[in-house]
């Protein structure tokens, strides 16, 4: 095959390719409508078949040709709607069409594949149907006869061309015998207007008199012509001659691989005229191959077929471009950072002239003081000609900013877009599964129906050929595995057809792509067991275990609780390579579930693959960057605030945001970095021998704190001297909160540096074990920095969120509990009651001397440190009983000083009982009176408590009353 | 009875040497980032004109003792299967190179030295410290024992 002829095929495949691809959905629509489909599907589906044998005919692959030649008399008999659709029809169909997709993906074997499987299948169709419903006759009658020893290049005169192109094209060539009524003769020649109605159906090739039969004739006294056209036509032998109006006893078949012999034979032997033949041959079917390209698609956008190979440069080069703007942008600030850098620039001008004068020894004369002058002088007016040089150098450099600012909105475009080229809409992966659930379904007898949702949603190209496998997997599992057989389905009250939904969305950054089955749901127990059989864990183990680390076990490696292995799943071997495969694209598992009620299976995937947007952070004096995307917020806890907010759970320290317990990881402990700090006084590093922040002795106070914040500069607060290291900003703690999947961890790091856009390289084998790194960077200054990868921290840290959402769940409880539990003092005043008052009420308890109490009126005051403060005895305000009297050999008085807004004043007691935490209720119902909130029972005694406000309301009245 | 050409360079005492259609270039005075957590006989990363290069310092891999980094010390950059698939190396060539751009670090560079086939013995049971998985062979030299590096080996991921 000559080089033209090969590119040829290539292309020819690739069409053919995308042909068959789109035959497939929509035979399976086929099968759902039935006859209800429309007609222009079916047409769709016949074009497409048609194209594909007309193309590869003019190569003579006489399998390709065949099969497809047999599945389009079928498809043009379900069109004549002379067949029913079966499901056993659209599985021959669908097989037929697998045969031949396989064929053209190894076309250089295709004539060495047997395809008798595929065409008796359908042949089983081809025989009439007695459901047929035209009044055509019987199919043998209308079927011409294949003509011999026609001999097109002898009697009639046609270009070869015509008839390669005929032949390209698909047309059949047909030699037709026509009477006409016209005398025609040599001088007199039939022209091609007289088979003007044929047109539509074909091309005329040739008309030429019949001399023999004309000659015959001329004894029978017929008048007119006896023609012999030559016509090429798609039309199929059974169908030309009810087209024409011509019986077919008129038209002969002509045999197209005869005429292709005796075209090859010829151009063998005219080596030279044939090759710019060929040439002119090649030409002339490329541009047809694309004119049909043109014709049949004008609703598709233009677009361009291009190598991936290029548009993987394409992405290089933009990654490099997107590094080059890095150092451009870092270089050019620090070079502006030199030349404001002025004040250096001065000193250094008056050291080297004073170094100068210095040699001269003339320093100490009369004279020498004056040169100093002059000196100091001179150097003044050299720096501000300097100065004023720089200047103009400074306003040219600023002309630079708006064209380095283009340079850089530039570059983030070019990138942007180069990256959207590479992005394919995710139907072309969804595209495959309608068939493997119909097929997987049949195969085990379930009704199962799949919806696909999000198809619009686009990925990276190679992200798209990495998810095919594992989708499959996921897709084949629900069907055998998730959805249960009808019988048991109807027993469980569920739809007898199962439905598996297969959703593709964007969220938060990531692009989600869903598995959702209303299937048996995992069943844990099984898992477990499973699990303890293997001896992946302990019995014991196994019962402490949270239902999302039991499906953790599915994803493992040669983990099955199938009973038998089916072909299609069942040997553990799946779902490991799943979790591989999803994890080498960056992205994430997740699998919830609900026993009987089905199975959801996400995935997460970052968008792009090259160039990131990420926050460079430094611990331990090294730099990392850690992606945008799993960022959720920053958080920056002062030194004085760390003993408050971080709390220890179990082993591990959270801290507390807004309600919820976040786990904290130190950066440098995961990289097992010894820990450091800054002494500053000596400003040295120093190990860090504390383990924990919690472990703080003493608090530092928040207005040290502040005052180191509200200093305008930093540097000179810690000249200044800062002695405590603990109330040092230095020692506050930054937290980056990372989310993966559905949960967030704080990761604590030295400093946040700033945000960049960073290209992603790729790390080689021997650093993917470490498991923490997704990548690496060059950044501006060419310094190679490692990209975080926070699932691989969360592993390495072995982070259990669950025993986390139960730690927040109790201290949530706590907190109620505490709410409903209050702490009461019982005293007695000398009555017969029990009075209590809340704790939270009382300020002071103390002993005052009697000799202290001075009575003013009926009013009892009270000396009290410095002050006098009125004295009440509760008795006076209270429905009680009469207060037993006093033994005057009491020296001391006990009072009680409560919590007040108004004027402090002081409450008689005579014993204190007890202090007791109780959250007893307080009813209400039968001692309601000023002064008493209610009444309540404790240590089995009724106790009355005390409505201090009130109280103390009143007694406030009656003391300032007093005053008037 | 073939001649091959090997790139030979010292790593403490010894004499080493590897295919040098398998080299790619040798940089000297390089900056190697650590990466934190990985093996102890990953050196680190190194930036090469906009590609990270991985370095290995062979020395620790194959039981020498780790070398200090002084002036002398070079990076040989070996080229990648890839590379070399597209330069129609033989395949037992591709077969020693990996998919990774991978450097290793060298104390000093040697001359590259051409032996006949035949010359190749096999290692002397008495070099214990460096594990024969690591030497293909050794070629008595004029004044040197040349080991010929087992490179695929010393690039192994375990």
């Known amino acids: 095959m000559s080089l033209q002829d090969k590119e040829l095929l290539t292309e020819l495949i690739s069409e053919s390719q995308e042909h068959l691809s789109n035959i497939e959905p929509l035979l399976l629509e086929l099968e759902q409508k039935g006859e209800n489909i429309e007609d222009e599907k079916i047409n769709s589906i016949f074009r497409a078949v048609h194209s594909i044998k007309g193309g590869f005919g003019f190569f003579g692959l006489k399998n390709i040709i065949d099969l497809s030649h047999t599945i389009e008399n079928i498809l043009s008999k379900i069109r004549d709607k002379k067949l029913k659709i079966t499901v056993e029809l659209i599985d021959a169909i669908l097989k037929g069409i697998d045969k031949l997709t396989y064929l053209i993906n190894n076309i250089d074997e295709s004539e060495n594949i047997s395809i008798e499987e595929e065409l008796q299948r359908l042949s089983i169709f081809t025989q009439d149907n007695p459901k047929a419903n035209n009044t055509l006759q019987d199919k043998k009658d209308t079927l011409v006869k294949q003509g011999d020893n026609i001999d097109i290049f002898g009697k009639h005169n046609i270009s070869k061309q015509k008839i390669i192109d005929a032949l390209k094209e698909g047309k059949l060539l047909y030699q037709i015998n026509v009477y006409h009524k016209t005398k025609f003769n040599e001088e007199n020649l039939p022209s091609a207007d007289l088979f003007k109605e044929w047109e539509s159906l074909g091309d005329v090739l040739d008309i030429l008199v019949d001399k023999e039969k004309n000659s015959a004739q001329k004894e029978s006294s017929k008048e007119g012509t006896n023609l012999s056209v030559i016509f090429a036509t798609v039309l199929e032998p059974d169908l030309i001659s009810q087209a024409l109006n011509i019986s077919q006893e008129q038209i002969y078949l002509i045999d197209s691989q005869k005429i292709k012999q005796e075209l090859k034979l010829a151009a063998n032997n005219k080596n030279t005229t044939d090759s710019t033949a060929e040439k002119s041959n090649s030409k ?261 275990l949270n239902d999302s680390e039991i499906y953790q076990f599915i994803l493992l490696p040669g983990f099955s609780t199938a009973e038998k292995v089916s072909d299609i799943s069942g040997r553990g071997v799946g779902m490991d ?184 390289k790729p790390i080689s084998s021997y650093l993917k074990q470490c498991g923490c790194y997704a990548g690496a960077t060059i950044m501006g200054d060419g310094r190679v920095i490692m990209i975080i990868d926070p699932n691989g921290i969360v592993k390495i840290a072995e982070l259990k969120f669950t025993d986390l959402k139960k730690e927040e769940e109790k201290s949530k409880l706590k907190e109620k509990i505490k709410e409903d539990f209050k702490e009461y003092l019982i005293i007695d005043i000398g009555t017969q009651e029990r009075l209590a008052l809340e704790l939270s009420c009382l300020s002071r308890i103390d002993k005052v001397e009697i000799s202290h109490i001075e009575q003013v009126g009926t009013k009892e005051f009270v000396r009290y440190s410095d002050l006098s403060i009125p004295l009440i005895r509760l008795h006076n305000y209270l429905p009680l009983s009469a207060p037993q009297p006093q033994t005057d050999s009491k020296k001391h008085q006990m009072i009680i000083i409560p919590k007040t807004e108004y004027n402090v004043i002081g409450i008689a007691v005579e014993k204190l009982f007890d202090i007791v935490k109780t959250n007893v209720k307080i009813q209400q119902d039968y001692i309601k009176t000023n002064g008493i909130t209610g009444s309540t029972i404790i240590n089995n005694k009724l106790v009355l408590i005390l409505d201090i406000n009130e109280i103390l309301f009143r007694a406030q009245k009656e003391f300032s009353n007093e005053g008037k | 009875m073939a001649e091959l050409q090997y790139a030979s360079f010292f790593i403490k005492d010894f004499l080493f040497g590897i295919n040098v259609v398998l080299v790619r270039e040798i940089i000297t005075n390089a900056q190697i980032t650590q990466v934190d957590l990985s093996k102890d006989y990953i050196c680190g990363l190194m930036n090469l004109r906009g590609q990270i290069v991985t370095i290995i310092d062979p020395s620790i891999k194959i039981g020498i003792g780790g070398t200090n980094t002084s002036a002398k010390t070079k990076y040989i950059i070996l080229k990648t299967s890839k590379e070399l698939q597209s330069k129609g190396a033989d395949n037992n060539i591709i077969q020693q190179s990996v998919e990774d751009i991978v450097g290793i670090k060298i104390d000093d560079i040697g001359d590259i030295i051409t032996i006949d086939s035949k010359e190749i013995e096999l290692p002397p049971a008495n070099i214990t410290e460096v594990d024969s998985k690591y030497i293909v062979g050794v070629v008595k030299l004029k004044e040197k024992l040349f080991l010929l590096l087992n490179i695929k080996n010393v690039l192994n991921t375990d």
Request: contains cysteine; hydrophobic residues 35%.
């Open chain 1, 284 to 544: 002339t079917i490329k541009k047809d191959l694309i004119n049909k390209e043109a014709t049949s698609d004008t609703f598709k956008e233009d677009s361009l077929r291009v190598r991936i190979s290029l548009l993987n440069q394409l992405m290089n080069l933009a990654g490099e471009l997107v590094l080059s703007r890095n150092q451009l942008l870092q270089n050019f600030g620090n070079t502006i950072d030199k030349y404001i850098n002025t004040n250096n620039l001065f000193n250094i001008i008056h050291n080297e002239l004073n170094k100068t004068f210095s040699h001269f020894s003339i320093k100490n004369t009369v004279n020498g003081k004056e040169l100093e002058n002059i000196l100091k002088k001179e150097s003044e007016n050299l720096f501000k000609n300097i100065l004023s040089a720089l200047k103009i150098k400074l306003s040219e450099i600023s002309e630079l900013y708006p064209i380095i600012q283009n340079i850089d909105q530039v570059t983030s475009l070019l990138q942007e877009n180069i990256m959207q080229t590479r992005l394919q809409p995710i139907s072309i992966l969804f595209s495959k599964f309608p068939r493997i659930v119909r097929d997987l379904a049949k195969k085990c007898n379930k009704n199962i129906t799949l919806i696909t949702e999000g198809q619009d949603v686009e990925l990276d190209k190679s992200i798209i050929e990495l998810l095919s496998d594992p989708l499959t997997h996921l897709i084949r599992n629900s069907v055998d595995h998730g959805i249960e057989d009808p019988q048991t389905r109807k027993k469980l009250g569920k739809n007898e057809t199962g439905q598996i939904i297969l959703k593709a969305f964007h969220e938060s950054g990531k692009v989600n792509i869903q598995i959702i089955d209303d299937g048996a749901g995992i069943n844990t127990q099984k898992v477990k067991d499973k699990a303890i059989q293997k001896g992946l864990v302990s019995k014991e183990q196994a019962e402490k």
């Open chain 1, 577 to 760: 390579v799943v979790k591989t495969n999803i994890e080498k694209l960056g992205g994430t598992i997740d699998i919830s579930s609900a026993i009987n009620k089905g199975t959801t299976i996400t995935l997460q995937l970052p968008l792009t693959l090259a160039i990131i947007s990420a926050l460079i952070i430094k611990t331990e004096e090294r730099l990392f960057a850690i992606p945008q995307v799993s960022i959720e917020e920053l958080v920056l806890v002062r030194s004085h605030e760390i003993t408050k907010k971080i709390e220890r759970i179990g082993n591990s320290e959270v801290y507390r945001l807004r309600g919820k317990l976040l786990p904290l990881v130190r950066l440098a402990n995961i990289l097992k970095i010894p820990a450091t700090y800054i002494d500053p006084q000596t400003k040295e590093r120093k190990i860090d021998r504390r383990l924990r922040w919690s472990d703080r002795r003493g608090v530092a106070k928040e207005e040290d704190e502040l005052d180191t914040l509200n200093t305008q500069n930093l540097t000179e607060n810690r000249r200044k001297g800062e002695k405590d290291r603990r109330k040092h900003i230095i020692n506050s703690l930054k937290i980056i909160v990372l989310r993966v999947g559905e949960n967030l961890f704080g990761l604590v790091v030295d400093e946040v540096i700033n945000s960049e856009e960073i290209v992603v």
